[in-house]
């Protein structure tokens, strides 16, 4: 049962415009959501996250978005470099709970070209 | 360098032997975490440790595999008489009170 979902395995972009990169989750029981992004023989790396108590949260070119009642979340990046292409990875937590684990999507590979 | 340690980077065994894996976590966390990944996937969780205690292990977590983390600092994760199927990055992650988790580069297991 995937509890966090990343229907997208791939993107293409253009160098310069915006990446959207989107996630599902099930179980309502999550409260913190953090995106990952990690390049090949590496261990991931946190790029942000948010609680469930906003709907937004911004970090320079990376905003997330949440909408709780749809149980789905977004990351935007803009603009896009050639850099940020790598495997983005959604997780999902029970920050209220003993363990906080995380719970993780498939991925979505995003490739921008220059 | 004051982040997630693992070591080593790569190991390849053959099968039915046994190996172990090391983690050197950020040194004021508490709280530490032992995921897989396989091609394709997520990071899969694997168990939880609060200083020194184990306290969750996935079901994914076989007989064959144990884990510790004496004094609460350091971490090993054993497999024994290795299959086929443990091919797969060993990734080991930190925290200090949940939240965003720290991870380390991973231990790329092959077993041949």
């Known amino acids: 049962d995937q509890q966090v979902k990343q229907n997208s395995p791939s993107l293409s972009v253009q160098e310069g415009r915006i990446s959207i990169l989107n996630c599902d989750y099930t179980n309502s029981m999550f409260d913190y959501f953090l995106w990952y992004k990690k390049y090949p023989a590496e261990g991931p790396t946190f790029l942000i996250s948010?609680?469930?108590?906003?709907d937004k949260n911004e970090d320079g070119r990376f905003t997330v978005f949440l909408n709780k009642s749809a149980k789905h979340l977004s990351l935007h990046i803009v603009p896009s470099q050639p850099g940020d292409s790598a495997v983005y990875f959604c997780a999902a937590s029970d920050y209220g709970g003993a363990t906080n684990k995380l719970i993780f999507g498939t991925g979505t590979l995003l490739a921008v070209q220059p | 360098d004051t982040g997630v340690s693992q070591d080593p980077r790569h190991k390849i065994t053959k099968r039915g032997q046994n190996v172990t894996f090391r983690c050197d976590p950020i040194s004021e966390h508490n709280r530490l975490y032992w995921y897989r990944q396989t091609l394709g996937q997520g990071p899969e969780f694997l168990t939880y440790?609060?200083?020194?205690?184990?306290?969750?292990k996935s079901r994914l977590l076989s007989d064959r595999f144990s884990a510790e983390r004496p004094k609460g600092s350091f971490s090993t994760l054993e497999i024994q008489r290795t299959e086929q199927g443990d091919s797969a990055m060993y990734l080991c992650a930190s925290t200090y009170r949940g939240g965003g988790a720290f991870f380390g580069q991973g231990t790329r297991l092959t077993v041949v």
């Open positions: 440790f609060q200083n020194e205690a184990q306290l969750e």
């Open positions: 948010i609680s469930s108590i906003k």
